[in-house]
């Protein structure tokens, strides 16, 4: 027997919770032995026999659920069906194992209607219904594929170190020098180097080298100055 989703709406509906005890459990053995759809075969034997009722209640029950409008039934070549109206199982939908149902049975059921043509669509044994039908209820569209949840990606940076031969760059020097004027590019540049060079590690791998040097640029004090080459500074850092 498939999985269904049994919803706690039934605790509620009106015209389950009028039905007798016996004749609600017998509501629930069908929706357990409906297909995908929600057609199953209407043989008042079987269903009692499975419900474990008095097999003699089986008749009445159906007719009793047919008259609420939580079943209706049909006859395919002599055998009768039956079909779940507002079944709405979201599982996905595999096969049918019943003949559909006649087309004004099923007028006012949308979900119905788009998983038996989505059926029809997969080139299984279920008929697609007709045009005339389809212009008769207000949305016929394929069922919409549940939205899947945005994986976000992992991500793949990585850092590198500062290569030991690293000079500085047009970039580097034009930031420094429009940021800080009064230092000398390339002596920075020099004592920056040498720092992250001799960072054993982890310690000297960094994601963004051009962003670093932007850090080490607004940190450093007025010890590295064009008039004041000779003097090393060893206080900063990032």
């Known amino acids: 027997m498939p999985n269904r989703l049994i919803r706690d709406e039934m605790l509620e509906s009106e015209s389950i919770l009028s039905l007798p005890v016996e004749a609600r459990w017998f509501y629930v053995t069908i929706l357990l032995s409906a ?5 199953f075969e209407a043989t008042s034997f079987k269903l009692a026999r499975r419900a474990d009722i008095r097999r003699e209640s089986g008749e009445s029950m159906l007719q009793m ?37 006649p087309k004004s049975l099923i007028l006012d059921d949308v979900d119905a209607t788009n998983k038996i043509n989505d059926l029809a669509n997969k ?7 007709s045009t005339d039908v389809q212009q008769n209820i207000s949305v016929i569209q394929p069922s919409e594929p549940e939205p899947e949840v945005e994986k ?18 047009p970039e580097y020097r034009d930031f420094c020098q429009k940021t800080r004027p009064d230092l000398n590019p390339d002596y920075v540049f020099d004592t920056f180097r040498d720092y992250w060079i001799s960072q054993a590690g982890s310690k000297g791998v960094r994601a963004d080298w051009f962003a670093t040097w932007r850090n080490w640029i607004r940190r450093q004090n007025a010890s590295s100055t064009v008039s004041n080459l000779k003097k090393p500074n060893f206080s900063v850092g990032i």
């Not at 047919?66 to 096969?95: H, T, V, W």
């Not at 080139?123 to 219904?129: C, S």
């Not at 976000?152 to 760059?169: M, N, V």
């Open 152 to 169: 976000k990606e992992k991500s793949t940076t990585r850092g590198t170190r500062l290569p030991a031969d690293a000079t500085l760059s």
């Open 123 to 129: 080139k299984t044994d279920v008929q697609p219904l």
């Open 65 to 101: 659920l047919a008259d609420s409008d939580l079943i209706r039934l049909y006859e395919i070549n002599g055998k009768r069906y039956g079909f779940i109206p507002r079944f709405r199982q979201r599982l996905q939908i595999k096969r049918s194992k019943y003949p559909a149902p």
């Open 35 to 39: 297909d995908d759809i929600g057609l």
